[in-house]
């Protein structure tokens, strides 16, 4: 009867298992994968276009899970921010990364930013401020070394957004609108929200050779940048002819395959100890 009951069981498991779906499986295993360290981040670094000198690193987060393998995070993010870890995976990358470019420095690297993305849900959800208040206490970094990349969709949300943002301002931290120009936000926000970099979507980055009307994006995204005196870095470089035309265009920065893959924090050290 023993036996019997444990094959039912088995049985009952292994059917459960096909019947829930990838998505509430990965959903269940975000917290768990956090506490067994599964989560790590890599730095991708970005330079200024006319020096060629690197002036920042974007943390991207990793998810390597001891049985599937690598999960990317445009498929664990959205699930994150629909059951609401992405509050942990936030306070996690940001942690990391502060203390990771303080590491860096104290290790004799040229100082520089590092840019950790925010959702719109922990912007929302979260006293964001006093989070990365601690981050930066806890790691000992200085606020001008820190950015916070910003969508769009957090400046529709709430009317608190504006407050928020002039808080982490007002404490010396960078902003950026991440994704600039796939958002269906009014530009009007631009003159109310402190930001100080817009940083153009890999898409319209990559169509600049094939679609006149991208490079007129760009273009026109670049100037318009320039003309309210915010810093301007393009995302998804591949190839030199994207960065002739974003040279000649004025772009202050860029980022991508073209320069680097997001790295691993020894190989940034190894690359730029004597930059
Ligand atoms: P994103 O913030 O727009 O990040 C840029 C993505 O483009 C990264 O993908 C990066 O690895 C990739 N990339 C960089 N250079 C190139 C290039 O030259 N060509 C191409 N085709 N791709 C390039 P990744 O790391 O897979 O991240 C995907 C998205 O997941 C990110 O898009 C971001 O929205 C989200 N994400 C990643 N890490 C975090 C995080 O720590 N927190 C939050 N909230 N979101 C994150
Ligand atoms: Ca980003
Ligand atoms: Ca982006
Ligand atoms: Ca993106």
Redesign the pocket.
Known sequence: VKDEGKNHFQFFTSEMNDLVSRKSKIAMSIRKGLELGEFT??Y?PQFDIESEKIIGV?????WHHTKWGPI???EF?PIAEENGM?LH??EF?LRTACQQNKDWQDAGLPPFRVA????AK?FSNSNIAAVVTSALADAGLSPEFLEL?LTESIIQGARSAISKMWELKAMGIHLSI??FGTGYSSLSYLKLFPVDTLKI??HFT?NIHNDPKDAALVDTIIQMAHNLELNVIA????TSEQLAFLKKKKCNQA????FQ??LLPDQIEKLYLKA
Request: glycine share 8%.
């Open positions: 981040v890599r991708q974007e943390a991207l987060v990793r990317s995070p445009a993010i992405i995976i936030g990358v950790v993305n925010i959702s922990q990349e991440d994704d979507d890999q990559r995302e998804g470089v591949e980022q991508g395959y073209y893959k997001p």
